[in-house]
């Protein structure tokens, strides 16, 4: 299963008062193991930033005007995140209405709500009451987060990626250990009832095994417990 995990940084709150996406960070997992694949890219926005925005990321006017804009990205972005990848977003509606956004001024087609994994919610639904945000989270499941004095997409994508892993229970999520079950099912239980695995058959030792066993500990051991 492919998922993609995703970070913007943007000029603003709001894309339909005149904010647009300032960089796009991506990290690639495959059944949930990162795989070193990652997609990044600034982007000009063709308006000024915020003094509030740059406060938050620290992407200024004169560093963005020198990038690319979104219509001249936007191939490779999508090639990168597929047709069916699901997309693992903390705060899904906000990242999500951007890149619609700006998708659907450029007449290219939607990414579809469904396929965002909201991780916001998921920290909601395991943890009521208690902070969600990221450094929370990275806190809570001691991830060293000391290089975050800024946002960051890419960085904060990275971060996110193993909250993410932590919130679905670890790198070991979906081997089912049961501790209750017997090791005559184990195969069935982990390959499926078809696995063609036998349960372990039982071995003794042979009698000239256990004669040389014997004859090993009179010679080597004093006053064996195993003599007596």
């Not at 193991?33 to 740059?54: D, M």
């Not at 960051?152 to 990626?161: C, M, P, Q």
């Not at 070991?172 to 099912?185: E, M, S, W």
């Amino acid at each position: 299963m492919r998922e993609i995990v995703l970070d913007t940084e943007t000029t603003g709150l709001d894309p339909y008062a005149d904010h647009r996406l300032v960089e796009i960070g991506c990290i690639e997992l495959f059944d949930h193991l990162p795989t070193g694949r990652q997609y990044h890219q600034y982007i000009n926005p063709q308006r000024p930033v915020p003094k509030e925005a740059f406060d938050v990321h620290g992407l200024g006017d004169e560093f963005l005007a020198k990038q690319p804009v979104f219509s001249v990205i936007v191939d490779e972005f999508l090639e990168f995140i597929g047709h069916d990848s699901h997309l693992v977003i903390h705060n899904a509606a906000f990242d999500m209405k951007f890149l619609n956004a700006e998708l659907g001024w450029i007449n290219k087609p939607l990414i579809a709500m469904e396929r965002a994994i909201d991780t916001v919610q998921m920290a909601r639904r395991k943890f009521p009451g208690s902070p969600v945000n990221l450094d929370a989270l990275c806190r809570r499941f001691k991830i060293d987060n000391t290089n975050r004095t800024l946002h960051g997409a890419l960085l904060d994508s990275d971060l996110l990626a193993q909250v993410y892993l932590e919130l679905i229970g670890g790198r070991q999520h979906g081997l089912l250990l049961d501790p209750n079950a017997g090791d005559g099912d184990a195969a069935e239980r982990i390959l499926g009832p078809k696995s063609g695995m036998r349960p372990p058959r039982p071995h003794a030792a042979k009698p000239d095994e256990l004669a040389a066993h014997q004859a090993y500990i009179r010679e080597k051991i004093k006053d064996s417990l195993w003599l007596k």
